[in-house]
């Protein structure tokens, strides 16, 4: 992703599409943090979903949605993208205390819970499926 996430807009855009996976049970949210030129997104896949398929939807509906906001006119997102499997909660707490501390790494807040993009926010920890990751 180039460094767009300085427009207003963009960070509320990834949330209302990541929310919009959770309604319509494509994912279980796990944890997110957008940052001003990536995004890390934790999710477990529901169903038959594949990942290539809602990467694929995930950035082709923000790229649209984006460029019809603003006046942004180049390419929104990097070829293909990081994935991890999660394999049991320790490795989960260890990536998603990474993934919300990254603001704090980068020196843009003093504690992951002020950044407001983030589910370490108060804002969006609700959006945390606690109970897919305690079982």
Request: glycine share 6%; aromatic share 14%; net charge positive.
């Amino acid at each position: 992703m180039q460094d767009v996430l300085t427009k207003e807009c963009v960070p509320e855009i990834f949330v209302e599409s990541i929310k919009w996976f959770i309604a319509n049970s494509v994912i279980l949210n796990l944890g997110f943090v957008i940052m001003p030129n990536h995004l890390h997104w934790a999710f477990a896949i529901r169903g038959d979903g594949k990942l290539d398929n809602i990467m694929r939807e995930f950035k082709g509906y923000t790229a649209r949605k984006i460029k019809k906001l603003s006046d942004i006119k180049q390419k929104i997102w990097q070829k293909g993208y990081y994935d991890h499997s999660l394999r049991d909660m320790k490795d989960f707490k260890i990536k998603l205390e990474y993934m919300h501390n990254n603001p704090v790494r980068k020196g843009i807040v003093d504690k992951a819970e002020n950044y407001l993009y983030s589910t370490a926010n108060e804002r969006y920890k609700g959006l945390i499926d606690w109970e897919y990751v305690t079982g």
